[in-house]
């Protein structure tokens, strides 16, 4: 990665939203959402800067208080309607870098070395644009079609599909210099250039949109307090089995 002069990771957050109020500075394990992904992001050390993008002063204080930067996004862009990639058009015309990582605020389990890899894989493939997705190995059907199955054979066990690959929007990253140009031609510049995916876990496509989403993350978060000492259990009956071995 010596190659790449400047990286860095964008956290965007807003006050406002339509399914839970202020989700970014709600309460989970005792420490604000948008604390997990700033941990994170500090952890993997792969960037030069982490940055909160928020339009409110009041995450200049959060910035503060976990020792990264903070920049304030105009008003006008925190709408529902605003578009993501204007978002990061702006951070970009007022923050120069070669690389930006949109880390979201409301993925609380994604992991720094997670982070850390996908940095390294958009600088290995020279990739201008990365989407981080999940895989999923179901029977799926797209307009009453299958997709990565056949209706003409052995209908197959999940275990032997292909993976389809939902989008999971837990991180995304841009070549800055592709992403503006883009932008500038096309008014749009979400996957732009050579495009990559990225798989991550199960635990980091958790994301948190609504309160039902919040109490299933705090149950997780909870449950990952207890994973070191998990152990799987079976019935009484399986000792039966051990008998007849």
Known sequence: MSKVKNIIAMIPAKLGSTR?????????????????????ARMSGVFD?????????????????YRVGFYQRPLELVSPTTKTDTVVYDFLSKNLCDIVAWVSPIAPFQTSEE???????????KLDSLMAVKNEQVHCIFKSKPV?????????????????????????????????????EKGYALLCGKVGYFPVGKFSSTIVKKKEDLMLADFIMQAMGRYKRYQVKYDHITKKL????
Do not use: C, H
């Open 148 to 184: 990565n199955f056949s209706l003409n054979k052995l209908f197959a066990q999940t275990q032997d599909l292909s993976p389809v690959q939902p989008f999971v929007y837990s991180l995304m990253m841009w070549r800055s210099k592709t992403f503006m140009q883009a932008f500038k």
């Open 115 to 125: 982070i850390r890899e996908a940095v390294k894989y958009f600088i290995k493939e």
């Open 20 to 40: 839970l109020p202020m989700k970014n500075l709600a309460l989970l394990g005792g420490r604000p959402l948008i604390y997990y992904p700033i941990r994170a």
């Open 242 to 245: 051990r008998k007849t071995r």
């Open 49 to 65: 800067k982490v940055v909160i993008n928020a339009e409110n002063a009041i995450f200049a204080e959060i910035a503060k208080r």
